[in-house]
């Protein structure tokens, strides 16, 4: 028997989209932990695009305010367990 | 004209007359100079996400203030400089989106954190 590809399901597979132009957000708090806290994973480091699907622009914003929020002592520069 | 907004951490071994009379300070500085104070807020001792200076809290406060003087925020953060009871501080260019998002969250619109609020009001009741 040969090896076959297994056939991808696309229906299965969601688009990507920008929560940021989708809700129609325009700036992004560093004040507001909880929300900053999705786009960084569990060591505290900012999560890619390619994870998030946030479009350049926004991704630049939300690294900005990441590292804000860091230097204010709201977030931590490196952590274990941060979820 | 340009916004900023600046917040900035207190020492917590701090009375809070004392914590009350540096945000005063500041203030003064800046109405000193002629800049329009918008909002000022004090979100009280908070859990710090890593230790600053071995201390693990800290009393935050926030500034909001619109100035023509592009040398304001130079001697601001002087002051933070001289000043040993800061910790931290970050002042911030507010763009027109975040003037926008500010003055809804002056009227509390974004409630997620409740002690924010109370803290206003008592401000309010001052």
């Known amino acids: ?83 | 004209m340009k916004n900023y907004e600046t917040v900035f951490i207190l020492n917590p071994v701090l009375s809070d007359d004392q914590a009350k009379d540096t945000v005063e300070k500041f203030v003064k500085v800046l109405t000193k100079a002629k800049a329009e104070v918008i909002n000022v807020e004090k979100w009280g001792l908070k859990r710090m996400a890593y230790p600053i200076q071995n201390k693990s809290t800290g009393f935050y406060n926030l500034i909001e203030f619109a100035t023509t003087s592009s040398d304001l925020v130079n001697t601001l953060e002087t002051e933070f400089r001289r000043d040993e009871s800061v910790m931290r501080f970050l002042t911030t260019v507010l763009d027109k989106h975040a003037i926008v998002y500010n003055a809804r969250r002056r009227k509390g619109e974004f409630n997620r954190n409740k002690k924010q609020t109370t803290t206003r009001k008592e401000d309010v009741a001052a």
């Not at chain 1, 946030?54 to 002592?73: D, E, G, L, P």
């Open chain 1, 1 to 83: 028997m040969t090896l076959m590809n297994e056939p991808i399901k696309r229906a299965e597979i969601k688009p990507k989209y920008c929560r940021f132009k989708k809700n129609g957000i325009k700036y992004i708090d560093y004040k507001d932990p909880d929300f900053l806290l999705k786009f960084i994973n569990e060591q505290g480091k900012i999560l890619p695009r390619r994870l998030t699907g946030t479009s350049w622009k926004f991704q630049n914003k939300v690294a900005q305010a990441v590292k804000r929020a860091r230097h204010i002592a709201i977030l931590p520069y490196l952590a274990d367990s941060l979820k």
